[in-house]
């Protein structure tokens, strides 16, 4: 079989959650929606529900290439999606791996602050983020508190999320989707689009739902949709909607308050 015959895949490098809703998890379902053999390289193991991470354990970093090895000697990967990256050496080892095997697409969510609002990353590690990752990446899709700490400064408004969607591209990555859902006011939620080309908003009604593993979700959709061809501004704005329709049907099968969202909602018509 030749490398074109074979079918296409999306690896996900990013931390697991033992829940099901977010991270590897997530991603492998979304891929899996859209048509898109999963792979995984395992950043990091979590013991976790939807109430909360109870413990995290980081694997050696040459374990963790040797998984991103082991996927690209063997697969046909149309892109990779980047999640959670514990710390700054897991991200020069990431950031080497892409390098040495050159990607056609890299979808990075940049994982760096919780739900609660604690932040993920030591300093070493955010540099590392912005100076190894960054530039290697398609598109970079933070939310409103992630694109804070790359700029160092609030985003408070419409007016500073179209300001920052110019800074944030200016990082270094090829397009950039700044997410909106934390951003204040009762209207719509709006995603922006920017790709120094194309400007592009996405909006779809704010839903009185409380999502668990909306951003990695998103990253692995647009992922998928860029490894089967698909323009980055139309690769985002398919992920937005698809966002949208999963986390509408979410349910929730654990007794925290998060809705795990329902990947597969567009089979069921």
């Not at 999640?83 to 095997?101: Q, R, Y």
């Amino acid at each position: 079989m030749t490398t074109a015959d074979r079918p296409l895949s999306a690896l996900t490098i990013a931390g697991s959650d033992s829940g099901g809703g977010a991270g590897i998890q997530a991603d492998l379902h979304t891929f899996a929606a859209h048509g898109v053999h999963g792979l995984s390289a395992l950043a990091a193991l979590t013991a976790q529900h939807t109430r909360g991470v109870a413990a995290v354990h980081v694997p050696p970093v040459s374990f963790l290439r040797a998984q991103i090895d082991a996927c690209f000697d063997d697969f046909r990967i149309g892109a990779v999606k980047l999640g959670m990256l514990a710390n700054a050496e897991v991200i020069h080892a990431v950031a080497d791996a892409l390098e040495a095997h050159a990607p056609p697409h890299v979808v990075l969510d940049p994982v760096m602050v919780a739900t609660s609002g604690a932040r993920l990353l030591e300093r070493d590690a955010l540099d590392a983020l912005r100076e190894r990752l960054i530039p290697l990446a398609s598109v970079l899709t933070p939310n409103v508190p992630e694109a804070e700490l790359l700029l160092g400064h609030a985003i408070a408004d419409d007016d500073d999320a179209d300001a920052a969607l110019v800074e944030l591209l200016a990082l270094g990555p090829r397009a950039v989707l700044l997410k909106g859902g934390h951003l204040p006011g009762a209207g719509e939620m709006v995603d922006r689009f920017d790709d120094g080309a194309t400007l592009a908003e996405f909006s779809h009604p704010r839903l009185e739902i409380e999502g668990h593993g909306t951003g990695c979700t998103l990253a692995a959709a647009i992922a998928a949709n860029l490894a089967q061809g698909m323009p980055a501004a139309a690769a985002c704005e398919a992920a937005s909607d698809y966002i949208h329709g999963a986390l509408r049907g979410g349910t929730r099968p654990g007794l925290g308050s998060a809705a795990v969202l329902d990947h597969f909602w567009q089979m069921r018509g």
